[in-house]
């Protein structure tokens, strides 16, 4: 993509008016009428038309990938690797940014999301590593985040990290540009915003955003059940809530939580409408319906946060022998440091 070609240029003003191309490229998802239930309609924000993850995760990965080079946080020239813990989509796209921006990138992965979503981190990463762990780690200490703190704290001279947990990045992407989207696509008639959450941002940056416009919109949160096979969500009784959902939690007025056989078979029947998504936009899914039949004459918004490629395997299983299986990848380092 030649808009990137001067990544390395020597001036200032052509860096920087490539790192803010950068988010240029991310966002302004379609946002599609997917059914009228109880005389309300239900949206969904298509994020799985994002170019680098087809994810919601490209705009968070955006965003702290540049936010400290454009402010002068970080020297771009310096022989350093970004690290950071994903269960997948955010690793893609930071393993694909990256290089974009011609930064070195490294990502840790729990061994829980299995060969297809790691064979893509693997392909976009300069270095990219699985440690033991599942979806809920029970906190910092846990699994890939472990691992990663690990990392950086042994050597912090050679590892920038920017920890999509807790930075407020990762809220701002989202303040700044899912939020701002959605109000202007319903023409700011949207009554609830339906999002299942993990690092927290996207439904907190949303939410910021949208009750700033008008503080009687409803936000409602999604979490699956306890030992889910849902891929880039938490169940909130099994792991610790991130620092960016335990300090923003009030702007939150509900939530509800959806079994696994409900978010499958609903990404069942997304599949067969011609939305070729994830489980977790199954999770969103079936949450809108639920909170459609009991908000008469509305308007619900939600997001389908990406494509299926990640979760084919484990749906795949699914509809031919009716039984939910994650399979673990087994593979450590793949790359030397």
């Given at each position: 993509m030649t808009v990137f070609a001067s990544v390395q240029a020597?001036?200032?003003?052509?860096?920087?008016?490539?790192?803010?191309?950068?988010r240029e490229t991310v966002g302004r998802t379609p946002l599609a009428h997917i059914e009228t239930v109880n005389d309300t309609r239900i949206f969904a924000k298509l994020e799985y038309f994002n170019p680098f993850s087809h994810s919601v995760k490209d705009r968070t990965a955006a965003y702290m990938l540049t936010g400290p080079l454009e402010k002068r946080e970080v020297d771009p020239g310096r022989d350093t690797i970004w690290i950071e813990a994903?269960?997948?989509?955010?690793?893609?796209?930071?393993?694909?940014?990256?290089?974009?921006?011609?930064?070195?990138?490294?990502?840790?992965?729990?061994?829980?999301?299995?060969?297809?979503?790691?064979?893509?981190?693997?392909?976009?990463?300069?270095?990219?590593?699985?440690?033991?762990?599942?979806y809920c780690p029970r906190g910092e200490r846990d699994g890939a985040i472990k691992k990663v703190m690990d990392t950086w704290v042994s050597q912090p001279e050679?590892?920038?990290?920017r920890d999509q947990y807790s930075n407020e990045d990762?809220?701002?992407?989202?303040?700044?540009?899912?939020?701002?989207?959605?109000?202007?696509?319903?023409?700011?008639?949207?009554?609830?915003?339906?999002?299942?959450?993990?690092?927290?941002?996207?439904?907190?940056?949303?939410?910021?955003?949208?009750?700033?416009?008008?503080?009687?919109?409803?936000?409602?949160?999604?979490?699956?059940?306890?030992?889910?096979?849902?891929?880039?969500?938490?169940?909130?009784?099994?792991?610790?809530?991130?620092?960016?959902?335990?300090?923003?939690e009030d702007l939150i007025d509900e939530w509800i939580e959806i079994d696994d056989k409900e978010a499958f078979d609903a990404t069942k029947l997304?599949?067969?409408?011609?939305?070729?998504?994830g489980t977790s936009s199954g999770l969103n899914y079936v949450a809108s319906r639920k909170i459609a039949r009991r908000r008469r004459g509305t308007e619900v918004v939600t997001l389908f946060p990406d494509a299926f490629t990640n979760s084919f395997k484990i749906m795949q299983n699914y509809l031919t022998t009716?039984?939910?299986?994650?399979?673990?990848?087994?593979e450590t380092k793949t790359q030397p440091l």
């Open positions: 020597p001036s200032e003003e052509g860096y920087l008016s490539t790192i803010r191309s950068i994903s269960s997948g989509n955010l690793g893609i796209a930071y393993g694909k940014i990256g290089r974009l921006l011609g930064l070195k990138t490294m990502v840790v992965a729990p061994s829980i999301v299995g060969d297809v979503t790691f064979r893509r981190i693997r392909s976009t990463t300069t270095f990219s590593e699985i440690t033991p762990g599942g050679k590892f920038v990290w990762n809220i701002t992407a989202h303040e700044e540009t899912t939020g701002p989207e959605i109000w202007k696509q319903t023409k700011g008639r949207i009554t609830t915003l339906v999002a299942a959450t993990g690092t927290g941002g996207t439904i907190i940056g949303c939410g910021l955003y949208l009750k700033e416009q008008d503080p009687r919109i409803e936000i409602v949160g999604v979490q699956p059940q306890v030992k889910h096979h849902i891929q880039g969500v938490r169940n909130y009784e099994e792991s610790l809530k991130p620092l960016l959902l335990t300090q923003n997304l599949w067969r409408k011609g939305f070729p998504v009716g039984r939910i299986e994650d399979s673990k990848t087994e």
